[in-house]
């Protein structure tokens, strides 16, 4: 036989047997909880600000990261952390780094991520996991963990219809006294660090009675039987113990380290600066059989619930909007019983994702004449100077806010996306917020991105067909995309895959 045929049978049979490979959920295993929260003199900030519930906005990515650190940094007893991107960057190594220090303290860590973007992490992380106060737990693992990103989703392919089904959540849990959540993932572009293109996000800062439900969230998805223990997956080998990569991060993970720690008298402006609210918890409850039979849609039910109330306004946020159908109906009842919508999203050039917008171009004409008022972010936007360094002033800016105003009263902050990822196929959590002060606030830094010269407004002319409105006049094609991007669009507009965006 032929070398080349040994190769292709070998390689044929490496898949086949991959293919038999599977995880178990572990449902035995004793339930871990959140540890009590810290005594408030650790926190000597945050004294007599404890007995309500107060919420900081962190609408830039610069100020979201230092308050991140310091948190990180002021840690007594506990951290908890979940999230779906944390790449090995600036940013990325950097809350590594003050993750560690913590631990090193004594701090108990645990951190839940997700498993789409772990290919060639497990050996980094079962070494950080090896620390007496580190523990990480995968959601939702890949059988087959070797090899790039291609050959493992090729060998995975058997259990497509599992991991298909992602922890899209967001949330970071300080001593049971201080939480952030909303949209970031920790990776440069997420803060405004990216050479290339970084995005436009939002989060919110938390203390109050409230922690603690944010802390039983956490250990919900926790304990959920198909959150697997790092050194309970298949070994990738390697050399590196929790010893080698401390030197490593001492060498490798510096950006980012003269940040300022928080005084107590730092936190205390802060929380007293934060606007008090009257909060609903909104999360999809993560699988007990397996993820690709139960169903997240509980937050999807709950915030379109809320949109049938709106009486005069409301503003959807979204970095990805493609309306499912429960979704395109409530606004289409919305803007028939007189209700103001408006939709501000990414444009072409401002999305990372161009399958995504092929999918929500589709649906501008409809919403269109069905009322709603459309906002693009351009990716030159004259507000660049809010969200990105200094030094990379140049770069792209794209939408990554996943949020909702309604009317004068209330408003809606977590993971979710408008699209039918966030709200058929992954986990979410949300915050459904009673503030008017807050929620005033947050209409304030909108209208900034809604200006023309941030954002254009697409509208249907006589002809029904779609014009871009800004600064310079109307245009015809999408702008600023290249004729090649839009070529691009239109053809991911012709593939049936808009139930995985």
């Not at 005084?263 to 909104?282: E, F, M, R």
Request: one cysteine or more; glycine letters at 6%; hydrophobic letters at 45%.
């Amino acid at each position: 036989m032929p070398r080349y045929l040994h190769i292709i049978l070998a390689s044929v049979l490496s898949l086949l047997l991959a293919a038999c490979a599977s995880i178990d959920p572990q449902r035995e295993r004793p339930a871990e909880v959140a540890l009590s929260a810290a005594p408030v003199a650790s926190w000597p900030g945050l004294e007599g600000l404890t007995h309500e519930n107060r919420m900081v906005p962190l609408n830039r990515g610069a100020p979201g990261l230092h308050w991140r650190v310091r948190a990180l940094r002021d840690a007594t007893r506990s951290i908890d952390l979940q999230t779906f991107i944390w790449k090995a960057d600036g940013v990325g190594l950097a809350l590594v780094r003050e993750v560690v220090a913590a631990a090193e303290r004594g701090v108990r860590v645990r951190v839940l991520l997700d498993d789409s973007f772990l290919v060639h992490a497990d050996e980094a992380l079962q070494a950080l996991s090896q620390h007496t106060n580190i523990s990480y737990r995968i959601y939702n693992p890949a059988a087959q963990r070797g090899g790039g990103l291609a050959l493992r989703e090729l060998e995975n392919l058997n259990d497509f219809a599992r991991i298909n089904h992602r922890m899209h959540n967001k949330l970071m849990v300080v001593d049971g006294r201080i939480a952030i959540m909303g949209g970031r993932n920790l990776a440069d572009e997420y803060y405004g660090y990216e050479t290339e293109h970084n995005f436009r996000d939002f989060e919110l800062l938390l203390t109050g009675p409230f922690v603690s439900e944010l802390s039983e969230v956490f250990d919900l998805y926790w304990n959920d039987p198909w959150s697997l223990p790092v050194e309970d997956l298949q070994s990738t080998g390697g050399q590196w113990d929790f010893a080698a990569i401390d030197a490593w991060l001492q060498t490798h993970a510096t950006e980012h380290i003269f940040l300022s720690d928080a005084t107590a008298a730092d936190w205390a402006a802060l929380v007293s600066q934060g606007l008090p609210a009257q909060i609903q918890l909104l999360v999809d409850a993560p699988p007990d059989n397996s993820p690709d039979l139960d169903a997240p849609v509980q937050l999807a039910r709950e915030l379109v619930a809320r949109m049938d109330e709106v009486e005069r306004d409301m503003i959807l946020v979204s970095a990805y909007f493609i309306p499912t159908e429960p979704l395109t109906d409530a606004i289409e009842r919305a803007t028939a019983r007189g209700v103001r919508v408006r939709i501000f999203t990414n444009s072409l050039g401002a999305n990372n994702h161009v399958s995504a917008h092929a999918a929500y171009a589709a649906h501008r004409p409809s919403l269109l004449k069905a009322g709603a008022e459309i906002y693009e972010l351009r990716p030159d936007a004259s507000s660049r100077h809010l969200y990105l360094d200094p030094a990379v002033m140049n770069a792209r800016l794209g939408l990554h806010e996943k949020g909702a105003l309604f009317d004068e009263c209330c408003l809606f902050v977590g993971s979710a996306n408008l699209d039918p990822r966030s709200l058929r196929l992954n986990t979410e959590i949300g915050l459904l917020i009673d503030s008017p002060p807050l929620n005033a606030r947050l209409r304030q830094l909108l209208a900034t991105d809604l200006l023309p010269a941030n954002a254009w407004k697409v509208e249907l002319d006589q002809r029904d067909e779609l014009v871009w409105i800004g600064p310079e006049g109307k245009q015809r094609h999408t702008p600023p995309a290249s004729f090649y991007l839009r070529a691009e669009s239109w053809f991911f507009g012709l593939l049936p895959i808009e139930g995985q965006m």
